[in-house]
């Protein structure tokens, strides 16, 4: 006789509720309150008004897929949760829902230095699949801000950008192949070990990127790129955020390609000085710090030089390793400077590169419109921007004024011809402005898709699209 059949319910009781079922079979499952309060919700700022009924905590790929075919038995929904560092309510869970937790699956398996990849589980860290590779003088490009606590799935599932993506691509550039466990507990097997590789559909692109809709991600292989033979510095800082914005769109019509451009305003900089005890607000009211890398980069730095110079209060190389250092490091510590600060939501708009300056001021507009604080950095490369809403702790950014200044932002960069996440993702707290920006067209074929893959809706309900 089956376990599931329906001789289980005790006679003369109301029968579990599906997620007490399939909690009571999985493997590793907890209901401690405390693990499900931590499930409940991500980095974004979206404060729960529930938890989710319980968190299984998955060791292996059968693991994944046995929740996975319970969860399809018992028509329960499943949040699949990586490090919790979604900066969109992706992994947010609430009542009725069980999070499939993949952070014990944090092996490394393989690194192979002749083919440049390497073999990993989907909770490994961002750094330390860093750590790894560059013991043989390789590296992983794609490097949030939160490498260091973030997971591999989850920079999949929301298609991760960072600093270095401005030369190297984001995550979608450096996933070769993947194992992914369906919504029915089958496995699926995307992309290939080989630089190339155009048989049959690119399932590989259409899993990255898809915030755990889609499936659950169990085994990823990456691709390895050589460590840079040099790395050069410059740092330059702007009587005010336009200008910062136009020497970043002047670095890129320079025809060069940095392998990274970050900017900060001053807002920004005023609160990692009172964090970290530095002092670079005093040397301008936004920073705009630039690297190029390899052969040429010392070649390439002098170009950078030259572009920034006629719009910056003062510009200059790094002087040594040290201090290049210390100014990605000023760069890595805004966002944890500000939540000292309240609670933070970050956006992380997309425009054009050449209308960055524009963007820049229509955030302050909107600043001053909402009454909310607005402070600003910016993967100035790719157009991409992060206004950081800094909210009193009580806040939410589900409603008032941070509602209202977000959707004024999504807005902005689509009358830009930008997007309204260029990173993040769309999780729970950007799907309001998503039909805009896509159009019934678009937004009709992805949810085809959805339902293809997983015609339970037993996946993430309620995110991505
Ligand atoms: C300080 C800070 C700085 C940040 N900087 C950046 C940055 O520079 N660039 C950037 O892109 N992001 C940045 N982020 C956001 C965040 O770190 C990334 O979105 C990251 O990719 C999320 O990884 P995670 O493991 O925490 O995923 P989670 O938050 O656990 O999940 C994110 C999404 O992925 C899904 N998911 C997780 N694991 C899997 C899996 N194995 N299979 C299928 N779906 C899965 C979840 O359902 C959810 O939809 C930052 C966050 C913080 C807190």
Request: charged share 20%.
């Amino acid at each position: 006789m089956s376990i599931f059949s329906d001789s289980d319910s005790t006679v003369g009781l109301p029968d579990p509720a599906p997620s007490a079922t399939l909690l009571g079979l999985a493997p590793n499952a907890s209901i401690e309150p405390g693990h499900r309060e931590q499930a409940s919700t991500d980095r974004s700022g979206f404060v729960a008004q529930t938890h989710p009924d319980g968190v299984v905590f998955a060791e292996s790929a059968e693991d994944v897929a046995a929740t996975l075919r319970l969860a399809t038995l018992h028509r329960v929904p499943v949040v699949p949760r990586g490090a919790g560092t979604g900066l969109a309510g992706g992994s947010s869970a609430r009542t009725g829902e069980v999070v499939l937790d993949v952070s014990r699956m944090n092996r490394i398996l393989r690194i192979d230095p002749v083919e440049q990849l390497a073999v990993v589980q989907p909770g490994v860290l961002n750094a330390e699949i860093n750590a790894a590779a560059g013991e043989y003088g390789l590296f992983y490009a794609p490097d949030p801000a939160s490498t260091a606590i973030c997971s591999i799935g989850g920079n999949i599932a929301t298609n991760a950008g960072g600093m270095r993506c401005a030369k190297y691509g984001v995550t979608r550039e450096s996933v070769l192949a993947l194992r992914v466990i369906l919504a029915d507990g089958r496995e699926l097997r995307t992309g290939r070990e080989t630089i190339k590789g155009v048989t049959g559909y690119d399932l590989n692109a259409l899993i990255i990127g898809s915030e755990g809709t889609l499936g659950v991600v169990v085994e990823a292989t990456l691709r390895l790129r050589p460590t840079p033979v040099a790395t050069a510095t410059v740092a330059a800082f702007f009587p005010d955020v336009e200008s910062a914005a136009r020497a970043a769109s002047a670095v890129v019509a320079a025809r060069i390609q940095p392998s990274m451009m970050e900017l900060m305003d001053g807002p920004t900089l005023e609160a990692v000085d009172a964090a970290t005890g530095t002092d670079y607000r005093s040397r301008g009211a936004a920073f705009l710090l630039v690297q190029t890398d390899g052969y040429g980069a010392f070649l390439e730095q002098d170009v950078v030089l030259e572009a920034v110079r006629p719009f910056a209060g003062s510009c200059g190389k790094a002087a040594d390793d040290d201090e290049a250092a210390a100014m990605v490091s000023a760069r890595r510590d805004a966002i944890p400077s500000l939540e000292q600060m309240g609670r933070v939501s970050i956006g992380d708009i997309g425009v054009p590169r050449g209308r960055l300056a524009e963007a820049v001021t229509g955030l302050e507009e909107i600043s001053a419109a909402t009454g909310v604080r607005i402070f600003t950095i910016a993967h100035a490369s790719d157009g991409n921007l992060h206004p950081m809403i800094v909210m009193d702790p009580e806040d939410s950014v589900t409603e008032g004024p941070a509602k209202d200044a977000l959707g004024q932002m999504f807005f902005l960069a689509n009358r830009l011809g930008g997007t309204l996440t260029g990173e993040h993702g769309v999780g729970l707290l950007k799907r309001d402005w998503v039909g805009a920006e896509l159009g019934d067209v678009s937004v009709g074929v992805q949810h085809s898709i959805r339902r293809a893959l997983d015609p339970l809706g037993i996946l993430n309900p309620g995110k991505a699209i």
